[in-house]
């Protein structure tokens, strides 16, 4: 596997769109301050393709995914993998309730040739190629099949994560050799002895099988074989003989079969000859219809005598006048003499009403004038009262007043003070004043009465002078209408003429209406009769047309009963002449039958001699006796081969079932699988001492021994010393020996199709001096410059990373990491 492109947006310290481009970059670092993201790159290229990273301890933690405040996250991966080109997606969204999922996830095999550059145009996820896998349960099958290694694999050989550098170095034998075993997918053996012992018992079971089989095939040997080709010999003979016979049997069963047929058809036309007769009741038939015409005749003649009586009384009818007029100016006679007595009395109350309004105007007119003089005297006293408080004022002032002093009224000297009146005027002039007013509000209300009094008389008068003038006006239109009447008793006597004509017209439609009705029972009794004589001439050449092929004689149209006699006549005479020849036909049947059964009976013998039972059909009896015979001859030769078969199957059988006994006998021991692990590790150790030796100039080499790892030292005398004291840096050391054996030696022992075209390293470079860091760096330079596989660094040391071509500088801001690429 081997990254192209990788695009991320919102992911982890990654907030904005981020792309890096790895087309070109055999060899490249990812350098920058510690916490910038450098790491998180190498996290985005495992979560793309098995939507977890090491760090994160496991899928719970995809939450670790978004950025914070993020809602979405999104990374895509463009690489290679054993020359093919995939894109694989992830989407993962936060929803209203903080829950982190996987919204989307998908791999595509893009088309041959495809440019990456064309990313950056905005593509459809349509157009990157075919979906490979659509949703997150596919992807794991999908990228297995694409990348060739499983999670714990590829981040093993390919991305190694930084933290889990040494584990393989430090783990315990038992936990290396599970290891060991995924990475080199041993575990197919144990899947292979459980196929095996599966295939031994499904073996042993078809043997089983096979003998319940051989146990079912019995009687197949030569004597029944013999005895079925007697049979089919036997079965022929019979065939042929009743090949034979059966010709002589049908020209008898033909012969009878005609004579049968002539007998039946005589019997057949004795039987509808037989049963010509007469309908009953037919000779009443034709004197139906001359009585119902008559009928008709008459019904008709007394419609029209009734419907001329009814057009003579119509038009006297229309002559005498119309009925309605009469009645209105009758109406009207009778409105006019009531509106005139109505207007007569209405003139009479006229007078009297204006009398009495006369009466009740002069009434009002004298109340009105004492009104008046109450009113006048009402204000007199109104005067005399405000005077006499005038003057009680100034008598009150008089007590107050000094010779020589000012008035308080108007501040002139009194030079003397006048003499105070005897008595006191005001009370005086307030009763006078109490009195005037009792009487001018008796006047007001007085006047008040006879003004209502007034004014209903006046709204009487003027109802009753309306009403006199539209009877005045009525009985003017009425006499304009009655100027031409001839009075009220000659409208009645022409009412009465025209009462007593309107009733004769309706007892002459009446005498109409029941005529028809007659007429019409006529007519449907006459088209009854219709019907019964056509009935009867249809049953009669029904009846005719039955025996038509006999001859019967000529009907007389005319006369449906003589027609029905002359028929029944000859019908008599034909049934005679027939049950005469029926005795000779009858005779001849029973011959023709006696025959047939001869015929009949020396086929069945023949059947009897073969041992069979008689069929009703001997040509099919026959030939289904020989194909049973051949049938049987047949199954008996292939329940023989079927024999020989089984016998040879059982031998395989049972030797398919040693064979695999023996495979998983071998492999139950698991000794094959603890070989090829002791030969993996040898390899793993020897070519990891190399790459220590030339990491350490010579110093140190790696060793195992029951699954432990040691490091030889030659600067010590060949001291072997346990990996667990080797210092941070010699630590460092030995796991990239490790790592970079594991990633060159798997590809050759794996069973798995890995296509391992890249390492990338996140480790601490930082802990190795400089001659080693030196060392390191020619290393990867060695292993970059072969050119099969792209290698990758993650480092925040400067020396390391000026060696490198291709840099991808990291940096981090308030609010998002941003990476620029450096070098060539």
Not at 582 to 596: L, Q
């Amino acid at each position: 596997m081997r990254p192209l492109r990788l695009d991320m947006s919102g992911f982890t310290v990654f907030r904005d769109d981020t792309t890096v481009d790895f087309t070109d970059a055999d060899f490249f670092a990812l350098v920058g301050p510690t916490g910038s993201g450098k790491s998180t790159v190498l996290d985005a290229i495992c979560f793309a393709l098995y939507g977890t990273v090491p760090r994160w301890g496991g899928a719970r933690g995809i939450a670790n995914a978004l950025a914070p405040s993020a809602t979405e996250a999104r990374v895509r991966l463009v690489f290679e993998s054993a020359g093919a080109r995939y894109v694989a997606t992830r989407v993962i969204r936060r929803d209203g309730r903080g829950n982190v999922k996987t919204g989307n996830a998908g791999l595509q095999l893009m088309p041959a040739g495809f440019d990456v550059t064309k990313l950056d145009t905005g593509m459809s996820p349509d157009d990157l190629g075919e979906v490979i896998a659509g949703t997150p349960a596919e992807m794991e099958q999908a990228v297995l099949d694409a990348v060739g290694l499983p999670y714990e694999q590829f981040t093993s050989c390919v991305v190694l994560p930084q933290g889990q550098f040494a584990d393989f170095l430090h783990a315990k034998p038992a936990a290396r050799q599970e290891i060991l075993v995924n990475l080199l997918g041993l575990g197919v053996y144990e899947k292979v002895q459980k196929q095996a012992t599966a295939r031994a018992t499904e073996a042993e079971a078809r043997v089983t099988a096979v003998d319940r089989l051989l146990g079912g095939l019995t009687g197949v040997d030569n004597e029944a074989l013999a005895a079925a080709e007697a049979q089919v010999t036997a079965m022929h003979t019979l065939a042929a003989a009743v090949e034979d016979a059966v010709p002589e049997l049908h020209r008898a069963q033909r012969t009878a079969a005609e004579a049968t047929a002539g007998l039946t058809a005589l019997d057949a036309e004795i039987a509808e000859l037989d049963a010509v007769r007469p309908p009953a009741g037919v000779d009443a038939v034709a004197r139906a219809v001359a009585v119902a015409r008559g009928e008709i005749a008459d019904t008709s003649a007394a419609v029209a005598l009734a419907e001329e009586r009814e057009e003579k009384v119509r038009g006297e009818l229309a002559g005498a006048g119309d009925p309605a007029a009469l009645r209105l100016l009758l109406r009207a006679h009778t409105d006019r003499d009531r509106l005139a007595g109505e207007a007569d009395t209405l003139r009479t109350g006229l007078v009297t009403a204006e009398a009495e309004h006369t009466r009740a105007v002069e009434a009002l007119g004298q109340a009105r004038t004492k009104a008046d003089r109450a009113t006048d005297a009402l204000e007199e006293a109104r005067r005399a009262y405000q005077e006499a408080q005038t003057a009680d004022r100034a008598a009150a002032l008089r007590a107050q007043l000094t010779a020589g002093d000012d008035c308080p009224v108007c501040t002139q000297p009194v030079h003397t003070v006048p003499a105070v009146p005897a008595g006191a005027a005001v009370t005086a002039a307030e009763a006078t004043g109490k009195a005037a007013r009792a009487t001018a509000d008796a006047a007001a209300r007085l006047v008040a009465e006879r003004d209502a009094a007034a004014r209903e008389l006046q709204r009487a008068l003027d109802r009753a002078r309306d009403r006199h003038d539209q009877l005045d006006a009525r009985l003017a239109d009425l006499d304009a209408q009655l100027a031409d009447s001839p009075g009220s008793a000659a409208l009645e006597r022409e009412l009465a003429a025209v009462s007593a004509l309107q009733r004769d017209l309706d007892e002459a439609g009446t005498a109409v209406r029941a005529a028809r009705e007659s007429a019409r029972r006529a007519r449907d009794g006459f088209d009854t009769a219709e019907d019964r004589l056509r009935a009867a001439w249809r049953d009669f050449d029904t009846a005719r047309d039955r025996v038509a092929r006999l001859g019967p004689p000529a009907a007389d149209r005319d006369d449906v009963a003589a027609a029905w006699a002359a028929l029944c006549d000859w019908a008599t005479v034909q049934v005679l002449r027939r049950r005469a020849d029926r005795v000779d036909v009858a005779g001849a049947v029973t011959e023709a039958h006696a025959a047939a059964e001869a015929a009949r009976d020396r086929i069945a013998g023949l059947f009897t001699a073969a041992g069979l039972a008689p069929d009703d059909d001997p040509a099919r009896g026959a030939a289904v006796a020989v194909e049973r015979a051949e049938a049987e001859q047949r199954r008996l030769t292939e329940r023989r081969d079927q024999a020989r078969q089984l016998t040879e199957e059982r031998a395989g059988h049972e030797h398919e079932a040693r064979v695999a006994k023996t495979l998983a006998g071998h492999l139950r021991a698991n000794n094959f699988e603890r070989w090829l692990l002791a030969e993996a590790l040898d390899l793993l150790v020897e070519g990891a001492s190399g790459i220590l030796r030339e990491l350490s100039a010579g110093q140190y080499e790696l060793a195992h021994d029951k699954g432990e790892f040691f490091v030889v030292d030659h600067h010590d005398a060949g001291l072997r010393r346990a990996v667990r004291t080797l210092s941070g840096g010699e630590t460092f050391q030995a796991s990239l020996s490790l790592a970079l054996a594991l990633s060159e030696q798997l590809a050759g022992m794996s069973t798995t199709s890995a296509s391992l075209e890249s390492i990338v390293l996140d480790e601490g470079f930082g802990t190795l001096d400089a001659a080693t860091l030196d060392t390191v760096a020619a290393t990867l330079e060695s292993l970059a410059a072969r050119g099969d596989r792209m290698v990758g660094v993650v480092t925040h040391v400067p020396a390391l990373a000026e060696r490198v071509p291709v840099r991808f500088e990291v940096r981090k801001d308030a609010r998002t990491a941003h990476i620029e690429r450096a070098g060539l």
